[in-house]
């Protein structure tokens, strides 16, 4: 009988890895119980739709909130300023644009603006301001608005049906970028925790094709993690400053987005984190 250490495991996953197959680990403290390999002969066109083109510089950002107490109106202002400074061709919104209403108990202390239709026509006011096409995918709170709230109400199909500009997906959309990289954008709703970084490094290992980017919201935090030469997982920030439900879970949120002004050559990405002061 063959004992494989550890570290022998690790080495075969990566080699299985590396010719296709994906690798399920599952996992209980700090134990590894057991790997599910499976493997897939779709190409990556019959898996990932790609829709459309998106041109550098690009503002990445999600969960701004609208109608909520905490949508910060000074930081929306700086993310239009930076839009026209930076000749902004593209931005990428990775869900809950809206506060919407019903995701959680506390919330109706946090509305601003208690009716889903009012958000919308605020949200409309703001986003037909952005020189720039507007790229929207659904995010928890929209997600819940359609299901419980107002059931079947897709709030961004709606909305982008009254501006020319914004372009509304669903839940997954994925672009080319440059006309040579691949960009993808969920909002990848599920727990937060301490580590910032948490929900990118899941979503990128169940990945079985890897974007250049992979763009995320929904933990409102700002964070940029490198998975290789032309490999980024992105968290994006918010545009709301706080909310009973961030304040209940001890976590503050980190108001601001990421421009991606250009890409020079291969290994050189322009990176630039926006972070307006809170007032």
């Not at 994906?22 to 779709?42: A, F, M, N, P």
């Not at 905490?70 to 026209?84: H, N, Q, S, T």
Request: proline share 3%; with cysteine.
């Amino acid at each position: 009988m063959v004992v494989l250490s550890s570290n022998d495991i690790r080495a075969y996953l990566k080699i299985l890895q590396a010719k296709g197959y994906d690798i399920k680990e599952i996992t209980s403290g700090q134990e590894c119980l057991y790997v599910l390999i499976r493997t897939s002969s779709l190409k990556e066109e019959e898996m990932y739709r790609v829709h459309g083109s998106i041109e550098t510089p690009i503002i990445i950002t999600s969960d701004w909130h609208i109608g909520s107490k905490g949508f910060y109106k000074i930081a929306f202002d700086f993310l239009l300023k930076d839009v026209e400074q930076f000749g902004v061709n593209d931005v990428l919104l990775a869900g809950d644009l809206l506060q919407g209403r019903g995701v959680y108990r506390t919330e109706m202390a946090d509305l601003l603006i208690p009716t889903v239709g009012e958000q919308i026509e605020v949200a409309v006011d703001l986003l037909s301001k952005l020189p720039a096409r507007v790229h929207l995918v659904t995010g928890n709170h929209e997600e819940k608005i359609k299901g419980s709230i107002h059931i079947g109400l897709d709030v961004l199909k709606i909305l982008s049906k009254q501006l020319d500009h914004v372009f509304y997906y669903g839940n997954v959309a994925q672009f080319d970028l440059n006309k040579e990289y691949r960009y993808m954008m969920m909002h990848g709703s599920g727990s937060p925790t301490e580590a910032t970084s948490y929900r990118v490094e899941k979503i990128w290992r169940e990945l079985l094709f890897k974007p250049n980017i992979l763009h995320i919201g929904h933990t409102h935090q700002l964070n940029l993690v490198q998975k290789g030469i032309n490999k980024w997982g992105i968290i994006s920030g918010t545009l709301q400053r706080t909310s009973s439900w961030l304040l209940s879970k001890g976590f503050t949120a980190k108001v601001g987005w990421i421009i991606l002004e250009d890409i020079p050559d291969p290994e050189t990405w322009k990176f630039i984190f926006r972070t307006p002061r809170l007032r």
